[in-house]
């Protein structure tokens, strides 16, 4: 599992036992790119802020009481934000040439859902199919990534809600479990007839 740290004084915010798809798509891959990261609420400049990464085994909920967390952390795991970034940096030297940059890539897609779900509500499995459109040539891991973090990104800023079953009918997903609904591969697989987890305006276009 990772755990990461953020810094910025005077402010300091961790998350713990995380995929390597979550480090990867949230943390790594924005901070390779230049780009802010979100957690606790709060934007993390790259080029002001520290990143940290640990790669150790999961912590149990007796390992992070009475602050004890990220001293277990530090003594059971290996830091590996340096070879994170490197790995990153690498494959974007191997991209081809020519290729659109991840941050071109996300505001290209975050304006076509923007645009979608003018016109109505989108199907996250109807937006997986806008994406590999766009690129047909990456890995499937990659468009997936690329569909999360435009979402959680038009979430975050409130252009766009997000609903899904609840019965008979839909419910709008709440901000703590928004997360939960974008790692789970019912929300990107889901075959059924009625769209599972849709994507609806809030705004204006800006």
Request: no cysteine; glycine share 6%.
């Given at each position: 599992m990772f755990h990461v740290e953020l810094r910025q004084f005077p402010h300091l915010a961790r998350e713990l036992n995380l995929t390597r798809e979550q480090i990867e798509t949230r943390f790594i891959g924005p901070w390779a790119a230049g780009e802010s990261v979100e957690l606790d609420d709060r934007r993390w400049p790259s080029e002001r802020a520290r990143l940290t990464v640990y790669e150790g085994p999961e912590l149990t909920p007796d390992q992070m009481g009475l602050g004890r967390a990220w001293g277990n952390v530090t003594r059971a795991g290996t830091d590996v934000t340096k070879q994170l970034l490197a790995e990153a940096e690498q494959r974007a030297l191997l991209a081809p040439r020519g290729a659109i940059s991840p941050?071109?890539?996300?505001?290209?897609?975050?304006?076509?859902i923007l645009d979608r779900c003018a016109v109505g509500p989108l199907s996250v499995v109807d937006l997986i199919e806008l994406v590999n459109q766009l690129h047909p040539d990456w890995r499937v891991s990659d468009r997936?990534?690329?569909?999360?973090?435009?979402?959680?990104?038009?979430?975050?800023?409130?252009?766009?809600?997000?609903?899904?079953?609840?019965?008979?009918?839909?419910?709008?997903?709440?901000?703590?479990?928004?997360?939960?609904?974008?790692?789970?591969?019912?929300?990107?697989a889901s075959a059924a007839p009625t769209p599972g987890v849709l994507l609806e305006l809030l705004r204006t276009r800006p």
């Open positions: 941050k071109s890539a996300i505001q290209q897609l975050k304006q076509a997936i990534a690329l569909a999360e973090r435009s979402i959680w990104e038009l979430l975050h800023v409130e252009w766009i809600a997000m609903s899904r079953l609840a019965g008979e009918g839909r419910e709008l997903v709440a901000k703590e479990a928004w997360e939960s609904v974008l790692l789970s591969w019912g929300t990107w």
